[in-house]
């Protein structure tokens, strides 16, 4: 069974900070997928990033990078210079290699909240 | 419209009560979903719809009834609902592919009040 933990409910930093949350993953499939979520107040889940089991090369995207480790079954999500606009709940999420639509299994999100 | 849209954003509605939630796609998308996101628990998904058929059906309670007429609409029909079904329920859709696995999009959802 698939499973996403996300040790850190809660964060709060100040603005400017770096901030790292952290996403642990389960799987017993070879071929897997990772996606970071963000839902800021509004509600609305906006996707951030996909990555697949074979690609564990980093990325950065502005303030944003993420840091794929297979080793350690983790995908950490790193935001730099943080701005109150990156105040949100964020969800971290895996699927498996398929060919017919399935289910996401999400963990069970960090509330990061940036003080001015 | 772009993206996922879901009507109404906020419903308030009694235990005896009938009503639909609507979900459109706009992305040229082949599969829909309905999740169910309760406070302080993780997104549950409740049905999927894949080239509108109907694949998944994650024990949801009976008073739950989607319909899926077309690939861009989806609809959560809700009828005699408990005090604990108050959430935000969540829209998404898909691109399906013949192999590899796809990215959903969500809508901004609607949040119930069942009083």
């Known amino acids: 069974a698939q499973k996403v933990t996300q040790a850190q409910t809660e964060i709060s930093v100040v603005e400017k900070e770096d901030v790292t949350l952290d996403c642990v993953y389960e799987t017993r499939d070879t071929t897997y997928y990772l996606f970071w979520y963000k839902q800021p107040p509004s509600g609305e889940l906006v996707f951030l990033i996909r990555r697949n089991s074979f690609d564990e090369q980093n990325e950065i995207s502005g303030r944003y990078s993420w840091n794929f480790q297979k080793s350690t079954s983790s995908f950490n999500f790193t935001i730099t210079a943080s701005q109150v606009v990156d105040s949100a709940v964020y969800f971290c999420a895996l699927s498996e290699d398929s060919g017919s639509a399935r289910q996401l299994t999400f963990g069970s999100g960090t509330q990061l909240t940036v003080l001015p | 419209e772009t993206g996922v849209t879901q009507t109404p954003r906020h419903l308030v509605m009694g235990m005896t009560n009938k009503k639909s939630l609507k979900c459109e796609q706009h992305?040229?998308?082949?599969?829909m979903y309905w999740y169910k996101q309760s406070a302080k628990k993780p997104l549950e998904l409740m049905f999927v719809?894949?080239?509108?058929?109907?694949?998944e059906n994650n024990s949801v309670p009976s008073r739950f009834s989607p319909e899926c007429p077309n690939s861009s609409h989806l609809f959560l029909h809700l009828h005699t609902l408990q005090p604990e079904d108050s959430a935000l329920y969540l829209c998404?859709?898909?691109?399906?592919?013949?192999?590899?696995?796809?990215?959903?999009?969500f809508g901004p959802g609607t949040r119930l009040t069942v009083l």
């Open positions: 719809y894949n080239f509108k058929e109907q694949t």
């Open positions: 992305l040229g998308h082949n599969a």
């Open positions: 998404a859709s898909s691109q399906v592919l013949t192999s590899g696995t796809d990215t959903q999009y």
